[in-house]
Nanobody
Framework: QLQLVESGGGQVQPGGSLRLSCAAG????????IGWFRQAPGKEREVVGCISSSDDSVYYVDSVKGRFALARDNAKSTVSLQMNSLKPEDTAVYYCHARIGSWTFWGQGTQVTVSS
């Protein structure tokens, strides 16, 4: 059972930055496709971005393109989500998701609040 742990959430003013990290303890995430999702109150969970396990190609939802950057840190076996120019509408619980074959795993989520 892969246990994902997100960290780095918090409260920030509009225009600020946060860096989220997803880790799996002693397990490497190198062979997993990793996605970051978010869920705002009263809304459905949506994908923010994901990185492929095969070629590390990255996809972003249009609303975060140019502001968010997803990357692997193989030395630390983590996947980060750098979030810049944050907006109030980015406020949500952010979840890390890992997939390998038919197996999928979710983290417990970390709260991101963008407010002045």
């Amino acid at each position: 059972q892969l246990q994902l742990v997100e960290s780095g959430g918090g409260q920030v003013q509009p225009g600020g930055s946060l860096r989220l990290s997803c880790a799996a303890g002693r397990f490497s995430l190198d062979y997993y496709s990793i996605g970051w999702f978010r869920q705002a109150p009263g809304k459905e969970r949506e994908v923010v971005g994901c990185i492929s396990s095969s070629d590390d190609s990255v996809y972003y939802v249009d609303s975060v393109k140019g502001r968010f950057a997803l990357a692997r840190d193989n030395a630390k076996s983590t996947v980060s989500l750098q979030m810049n120019s944050l907006k109030p509408e980015d406020t949500a619980v952010y979840y890390c998701h890992a997939r390998i074959g038919s197996w999928t795993f979710w983290g417990q989520g970390t709260q991101v609040t963008v407010s002045s």
